[in-house]
């Protein structure tokens, strides 16, 4: 168990490494597929199996898709970043981020003695709970999801 | 197994922040947007297995819906932005310079 999601964490930070460094985008789209499925691995470890279809569903099957249509769409000239502008501006990011993830190793480091429960959390108790407590953000969100695709048809129609 | 995840979560967000900061092409910004995200839900579903509440994976769900909303409007954005100043270089859209 440990050794899986040991290996799955290592391939999830592999990958996302190679999502911000690498200059060539569509090969940044990829290991952001290779991201995303490493933690949906990581959720069926976790005992959370529906949430790991819905993030190969939603994320690989529908925003990577989308994503790689629009790179492919905006062009070769754009794909590949110019290597002296990127560097000039990484060691400062690199320390920017480096210090926020000092604070935020800091502040979870509270939180690393909770061990898994026996029992994960049920799915029948998900869709009840998704439909009893959470109607109205659950409502909230369908009606998000209209109005999104409506403004990206209308956003991206040429006129 | 909890202290791996969480690291592994706050070492996607900074990843995150670093792709923000570094990337010039508005795509890759929504990449590294996506990473951020991802940390959030990986948190959400550890924290589920921990306290074996249904709560919390139900957040990862809106995390993922809204997700994939931001994703949509952004490439819509994007492609739109393409048409209209043939670029989508973060720093060279200056359509309202003089």
Known sequence: MTIACLLFSALVLIGAVWVVVLPNLFRAALSLGLVLLGIAALFILLGAEFLAFVQILVYVGAILTLVMFAIMLTGKRAATETRHAASRRSIPALAASLALFIVLVRATSPLRGLTAVEQPALLSVIGQELVQTFVLPFEVISLLFVIAIVGAIVLASSR | ?98
């Not at chain 2, 990473?35 to 809106?62: C, D, E, K, P």
């Open chain 2, 1 to 98: 197994m909890t202290i791996i995840l969480l690291r592994l979560s706050a070492a996607l967000f900074s990843l995150g922040v670093y792709g923000i900061l570094t990337r010039r092409n508005a795509i890759g910004l929504l990449l590294a947007v996506e990473l951020m995200l991802n940390a959030a839900a990986l948190n959400f579903v550890l924290l589920s297995r921990t306290s074996g509440q249904a709560h919390a994976q139900i957040f990862a769900l809106f995390i993922i819906a809204l997700a994939a909303c931001e994703a949509v409007v952004g490439l819509a954005i994007i492609l739109s932005l393409f048409r209209c100043a043939k670029t989508v270089l973060a720093d060279q859209v200056n359509l309202l310079k003089g």
